[in-house]
């Protein structure tokens, strides 16, 4: 079975453009999250859905990100308008309702805001 | 509130054991995962303790004590590519599904 699969690996942007990062969660997984990870913070955790709905979005920063899951084998997060400090790694992760101690994460998104 | 601790640095020789400790400050604790990141890599799973004691995993163990809000992950025979970040997280009780993360323990193994 296919792991998470996340999309683009790396994107390179200015400061203003939208980012949107995709995120397939593995196949029957219950839990999709989203995390960002950065030398200064860490590994923070930004979103996570239950069954394709949001359950907890108080990690994500600011009004300009924002989450999507319109099915279940598909979320996308999206930075509008992204700024230089939103350059980070975006991981996205699943796990199975029974294993909340298991999470998959994806490769990673490397995102760079010029 | 929400608070694990990690040392953030850790270095051993080759064949050597090491030990990776982290306490918690939390509400709903659940249980301790332990996760390894490579550089350039994600988070993978390595261990986790529900119930207090030691859980043994090849070269790797993990400890919990929930009295203490302490654990450990302990790595035998250390080899190179155990040369990683490694991050405790409290799994939550529930129907959260939630995991906090400590802020990693970067290892270095030498030769």
Partial sequence: DAGVIQSPRHEVTEMGQEVTLRCKPISGHDYLFWYRQTMMRGLELLIYFNNNVPIDDSGMPEDRFSAKMPNASFSTLKIQPSEPRDSAVYFCASSLEEHQETQYFGPGTRLLVL | ?111
């Fill in chain 2, 1 to 111: 509130g929400q608070s694990l601790e990690q040392p953030s640095e850790v270095t051993a020789v080759e064949g050597a054991i090491v030990q990776i400790n982290c306490t918690y400050q939390t509400s709903g604790f659940y249980g301790l995962s332990w996760y390894q990141q490579h550089d350039g890599g994600a988070p993978t799973f390595l261990s986790y303790n529900a119930l207090d004691g030691l859980e043994e995993t090849g070269r790797f163990s993990s400890f919990l004590s929930r009295s203490d809000s302490y654990g450990y992950l302990l790595l035998q025979e250390l080899q190179m590519k155990d040369s990683a970040s490694y991050f405790c997280a409290v799994v939550y009780g529930g129907a959260t599904n939630k995991l906090i993360f400590g802020t990693g323990t970067l290892l270095a193994v030498q030769p």
